[in-house]
T-cell receptor, first 113, second 112 residues
Framework: DTAVSQTPKYLVTQMGNDKSIKCEQN?????MYWYKQDSKKFLKIMFS???????INETVPNRFSPKSPDKAHLNLHINSLELGDSAVYFC????????????FGPGTRLTVT | DQQVKQNSPSLSVQEGRISILNCDYT??????FLWYKKYPAEGPTFLIS?????DKNEDGRFTVFLNKSAKHLSLHIVPSQPGDSAVYFC???????????FGAGTTVTVRA
């Protein structure tokens, strides 16, 4: 029974397209996150939602828009995809914020051609 | 600006011996530290954590040590097993913050 799931696992698309990545957690957590792991393997926070409210919005292009329909879901929509968006995107959740472990999904490898 | 640094990109250790992974941080507001383990094509999985009010936390074969004055923490794995071969990430957060700041990771290879 997967705790944090993401779909799709792989996504290959062309520049200029719009795509979405879905994330769901069944842990009953209040807070969800999106991280990006770039080609240098750094994991960087993009967004965080707490109880459906946006609480972290790092310096991410506004082509990226998170949507949280409820506490258990946090989707990531990307408009006008660019080559530099190619990366692995991880969703995560935690019971609250600081001081609590975050649980990660399996990742979505996005390739923009 | 990397606030969490893992200066050793890789570590090779013989099965049964100790693995020591190091992590340094620059932000003095960090007060909670975590280690994650990651296998290829999977998400990071939580391994062990430590609060800044402690200097040591142990969980089975895994022990994390924190030296606040040096802004340094380390993860000890004893004894190392083949299944420990993975990438290990150090992460930190501040009490006022929701996000984790990650290091670049250390790839551990346990040799039989």
């Amino acid at each position: 029974d997967t705790a944090v799931s993401q779909t799709p696992k792989y996504l290959v698309t062309q520049m200029g397209n719009d795509k979405s990545i879905k994330c769901e957690q069944n842990l009953g957590h209040d807070t969800m996150y999106w991280y990006k792991q770039d080609s240098k393997k750094f994991l960087k926070i993009m967004f965080s939602y707490n109880n459906k409210e946006l609480i972290i919005n790092e310096t991410v292009p506004n082509r990226f828009s998170p949507k949280s329909p409820d506490k258990a879901h946090l989707n990531l929509h990307i408009n006008s995809l660019e080559l530099g968006d190619s990366a692995v995107y991880f969703c995560a959740s935690s019971q609250r914020g600081a001081g609590y472990e975050q649980y990660f999904g399996p990742g979505t490898r996005l390739t923009v051609t | 600006d990397q606030q969490v640094k893992q200066n050793s990109p890789s570590l090779s250790v013989q099965e049964g011996r100790i693995s020591i992974l190091n992590c340094d941080y620059t932000n003095s507001m960090f007060d909670y530290f975590l280690w994650y383990k990651k296998y290829p094509a999977e998400g990071p999985t939580f391994l062990i954590s430590i609060s800044s009010i402690k200097d040591k936390n142990e969980d089975g074969r895994f022990t994390v040590f924190l030296n606040k004055s040096a802004k340094h923490l380390s993860l000890h794995i004893v004894p190392s097993q083949p299944g420990d071969s993975a990438v290990y990430f150090c992460a930190a957060s501040a009490i006022y913050d929701y996000k984790l700041s990650f290091g670049a990771g250390t790839t551990v290879t346990v040799r039989a």
